[in-house]
């Protein structure tokens, strides 16, 4: 039997993600970069790891489709920029929109952290300071930096500034994707990027 909170959450929001055609390969591997990107600033803000991930899966009836560590382990992996020893899956339109609302169903729960970090971004902005001085955003950055430079393929060539200034749209656009309509935005954002 199904709980009242999970019904609404999987079947109503799976309808808030339209698709007009269907991506070709080369879209889709951009929306797999981006997907595993934003779960990469998530991991590095709130320190969530593939147990959080496999429990909202679990919240939102996904299930068959994020069933264990080892398949959660290839949707990441069909990422085409990280490294990779293997494993490669290629992402379908069904695993691409639950990783959508896999995402927006963990930064809703750390929303307060999110937004705390996105209004300290603003304020150490505002007066010119570095946004690594403090503690918070300090720590999210070097967990991000470290993550992205172990996990692509690319990471050492990327210079620490577009680094920083990937995280930081990342946090930004997390808080966007932390709201009740969180997955709509992120998918249509995803649909955009990838046709653009």
């Known amino acids: 039997m199904r709980s009242t909170l999970k019904t609404p959450t999987s079947s109503h929001a799976w309808q808030d ?28 803000l709130a320190g969530i790891g593939s147990e959080a991930m496999l429990q909202a899966a679990a919240d939102l ?64 902005t505002e007066q010119n300071s570095e946004p690594h001085r403090t503690a918070l955003l300090g720590d999210y950055l070097d967990t991000f930096v470290n993550t992205y430079q172990e996990r692509m393929e690319q990471g050492d060539e990327v210079s620490m500034d577009v680094l920083n200034q990937l995280a930081f749209k990342l946090l930004i656009d997390l808080l966007f994707y932390s709201d009740s309509h969180g997955h709509r935005r992120l998918w249509l954002a995803l649909l955009g990027s990838a046709s653009a």
């Open 17 to 44: 993600l339209p698709l007009a055609q269907v991506p070709d390969s080369l879209q889709l591997d951009n929306i797999k970069t981006q997907l595993d990107l934003i779960l990469m600033a998530l991991e590095a």
């Open 61 to 124: 009836n996904l299930e068959s489709v994020v069933s264990d560590r080892v398949g959660l382990w290839r949707l990441r992996q069909s990422n085409p920029q990280r490294k990779s020893s293997g494993g490669r899956k290629k992402l379908d339109v069904e695993e691409a929109r639950s990783l959508v609302l896999i995402i927006c169903h963990l930064a809703k729960q750390h929303q307060e952290l999110i937004r705390r970090a996105v209004t300290l971004l603003e304020q150490m």
